[in-house]
């Protein structure tokens, strides 16, 4: 099992261009999330999945982003237009099931380092 | 709302002492409790859950926490503590949305 993969590892970007994150969830697991880690926010939990389906996104900061998942095993994160406030770690994380209900757990990516100039 | 307290930013130990890191949850009912690990440069990883049952629980590299309802809290703990440990610790509650939320992490040092 090669785990959440996740892509880029590190992105350097400019202020107002659109950068664009990409998770692969571990194969049949049915929840999606993304995270994003900042120094003085910790980590906040932007979207997540249940069977491809967005079910709650109101730790989305503003319409500069957004999120999907077409299928299965791939889920996009966009910021357009990016800002330098927008400079952080994303996470990506899957699980089997809702996490406490059955004792699945979290597994997530390695991260996305994103800095916006 | 749930909620998690992790009162320590930084913890600082040396190898082979013992480690304690605290956290304090808030929820109304019987909460779901994690303890994840994340070092550098990678993603987190759990280290030990408490769903019911036996207020200790056991995890792996040797940890273990241990669920207090009156005080609200979910202490991870481990007797001797490695260099290798040093990382950033998070402790997390699900309630009933069963949708985790983290608390801010602690930073563990590991002085030789």
């Known amino acids: 099992d090669a785990g959440v993969i996740q892509s880029p590892r590190h992105e350097v970007t400019e202020m107002g261009q659109e950068v664009t994150l990409r998770c692969k969830p571990i194969s049949g697991h049915d929840y999606l999330f993304w995270y994003r880690q900042t120094m003085m926010r910790g980590l906040e939990l932007l979207i997540y999945?249940?069977?491809?389906?967005?079910?709650?996104d109101s730790g989305m900061p503003e319409d500069r982003f957004s999120a999907k998942m077409p299928n299965a095993s791939f889920s996009t994160l966009k910021i357009q237009p990016s800002e330098p406030r927008d400079s952080a770690v994303y996470f990506c994380a899957s699980s089997l099931g809702r996490t406490g209900g059955l004792g699945e757990k979290l597994f997530f990516g390695s991260g996305t380092q994103l800095s916006v100039l | 709302a749930q909620s998690v307290t992790q009162p320590d930013i930084h913890i600082t130990v040396s190898e082979g002492a013992s480690l304690e890191l605290r956290c304090n949850y808030s929820?109304?009912?019987?909460?779901?409790l994690f303890w994840y690990v994340q070092s550098p440069g990678q993603g987190l990883q759990l280290l030990l859950k408490y769903f019911s049952g036996d207020t200790l629980v056991q995890g792996i590299k040797g940890f273990e926490a241990e669920f207090k309802r009156s005080q609200s809290s979910f202490n991870l703990r481990k007797p001797s503590v490695h260099w290798s440990d040093a990382a950033e610790y998070f402790c997390?509650?699900?309630?009933?949305?069963?949708?985790?939320?983290f608390g801010r992490g602690t930073s563990l040092i590991v002085h030789p």
């Open positions: 997390a509650v699900t309630g009933g949305s069963y949708i985790p939320t």
């Open positions: 929820y109304g009912a019987t909460p779901y």
């Open positions: 999945f249940n069977n491809n389906v967005p079910i709650d």
